[in-house]
């Protein structure tokens, strides 16, 4: 099943990418690893220097690159790519 | 515009207010913000660039983002943790910089209202050490050379 | 005339700044005393009379009085004991109200600065800890009806 | 040894006491509980409420009633009494 997800990209992450935000097909049900390696695929960047060192964010809840969870995405959903924080 | 304002609405026990600015930070209304008739204590924390904060050079200033409806939500969930653990809190405010921040200007003010001292400063400081480790908000330090790099917190 | 103003001189770390009001605090100007281009934190503490705090009444204000040479002294130590402890802090002020303070209006103002954040909230607290237990200050509650009684801090 | 000191009453002393400041004559060497006992023959109602609940400051320092050492006194050095503490 093919939906249609929306990237938000941060800090790093974007200027990696190139790119704050971006629409993007995706499989759902996806579990965080796949849902990394289908952006890796779209920036290879990312990987090489974020790897180890990035969650998501998926409809505003953190998720691990390495949970196994499968994540049901629905067309519009957010899911941002966050790099280590660095607030206050 | 410039400005989020976030109010969270009231829990029973008092108000959570939440701002992203990309203007210089009010200890004023933070103060303000948190003031209460049934709570003698104010505890509040202003953080600010420091200056030769650096090895990479000497920092000009900061450049702030953040996902801003996340932040939102994340500081909702560290205030109701706040209040399960200390259910006397009152009010809790916190103002962040977006944008630009020169050095010496304040990027946060974090501010707790509570009946006792203890409380207020205990909880101040599991919500400062919360908005570093789970708000999303990133900055990277610009030099002199006008190169800059993303931190990252330690907390 | 009403105000004692304090200086006590700059130890190599920071200024230790100690001012006795018979006027509004201002918490501006608290912040300014122990601002520095070097420090990134700026833990502060706002004690203020609540309303509806006595069994004896209701509260409609404060009469506090102080032993002035001695505030400063003790005050000096109390410092020099924190600086002992956290070696980095940088400036300490304390701004204390005299005289008649109504029902919530801050009666004293407290902060620190220094390089982190941890270490100025801990001696924050600490410094009011040592305020409230060592420092010769003393506060009466009147009442509506103009009675009053003196109060004695549990801490 | 005689000598003139000069003892301040604070807070709820002074309206026990009824006066903020008053020259004494008391003998040098002293302890702390002889001085005491010397403000106290002064101003007899001190004793009731506050004995107990009081400490001394002599030339700004804090000493306990029950402090043993011998205070040596100086013409015009101040003794305080200091009734329970309630700045902040």
Known sequence: FNTRVCVLYFAKSAELSGVREELLQVDTPINSQDLWTRLLGQHPRLLRVLQGHVVLAVRHQYVAIDDQEALTLRDGDEVAVVPPLSGG | ??????????????????????????????????????????????????????????????????????????????????????????????????????????????????????????ALVCLLDGLKANVPVWKKEVYEDRKASWKENAE
Chains 1, 4 share one sequence.
């Open chain 2, 1 to 122: 515009g410039c400005v989020t304002s976030l109010p969270l609405g009231a829990s029973k026990k008092g108000r959570d207010i939440f701002k992203l600015s990309h203007h210089r930070l009010s200890v004023e209304d933070v103060v303000a913000a948190v003031g209460s008739a049934s709570c003698g204590a104010i505890s509040l924390f202003i953080g600010t660039t420091r200056e030769d904060q650096s090895e990479s050079g000497k920092v000009i200033g900061l450049e702030y983002e953040a996902y801003e409806p996340m932040v939102q939500s994340e500081l909702a969930e560290l205030c109701r943790r706040l209040r399960a653990r200390w259910p006397d809190l009152a009010h809790i405010c916190v103002h962040h910089r977006l944008g630009w921040v020169r050095v010496g200007e304040a990027s946060v003010v974090a501010a707790v209202s509570s009946p006792h001292r203890h409380d207020g400063q205990r």
